[in-house]
């Protein structure tokens, strides 16, 4: 049998709806490749705009937003042991999010980065950035951006 090119996969996640499908498509190839699971979430700096001397500063992550990310991968990391992943990691950072996860990536290498879509507005992206276009552009390795199944009409 050819050596299978999955050998890490990392998924990042945020506790969101999106970021569950990402995990859900990261235990799924984890699972088909027997490959190892990192799961990695950051609790995110909020730079904030105070002034044209210092215009943005990140003010501390506060210890209960740094607990709320930990609860979010001791639960990913519950549910794909749960599903059969073999070898399974989790990580939760604190910084700017996108940097953080290329960070990581660079630190610790991997196969391939899942990741979910948040959709926003072409108005929010603008304003706000995306994580998954960040990762897209600047990530070492394969990227697979997960966006949410369709919803049928009437559901």
Same mark, same amino acid.
């Given at each position: ?48 705009? /105070? ?20 609860? /979010? ?11 059969? /992943? ?59 951006? /997960? ?9």
């Amino acid at each position: 049998m050819a050596d299978p090119w999955l050998r890490r996969i990392t998924v990042a996640l945020d506790g969101s709806a999106n970021g569950a499908a990402a995990l859900a498509a990261g235990i799924d190839l984890a699972l088909r490749y027997q490959a190892e699971l990192v799961l990695l979430t950051v609790a995110p700096f909020v730079p904030a705009y /105070v002034g044209p001397n210092d215009p943005f500063v990140a003010p501390p992550i506060s210890q209960s937003s740094v607990a709320e990310y930990q609860k /979010v991968v001791a639960a990913a990391v519950r549910q794909a042991e749960a599903a059969g /992943v073999a070898h399974v990691t989790g990580v939760c950072e604190e910084g700017i999010v996108a940097e953080m996860i290329l960070d990581h990536l660079e630190k610790q290498p991997s196969d391939l980065v899942v990741v979910g879509s948040r959709g926003l507005s072409a108005t929010r992206r603008l304003l706000l950035g995306s994580v998954s276009t960040a990762v897209v552009h600047h990530a070492p390795c394969p990227v697979l951006v /997960v966006r949410p199944a369709p919803t049928k009409p009437g559901a």
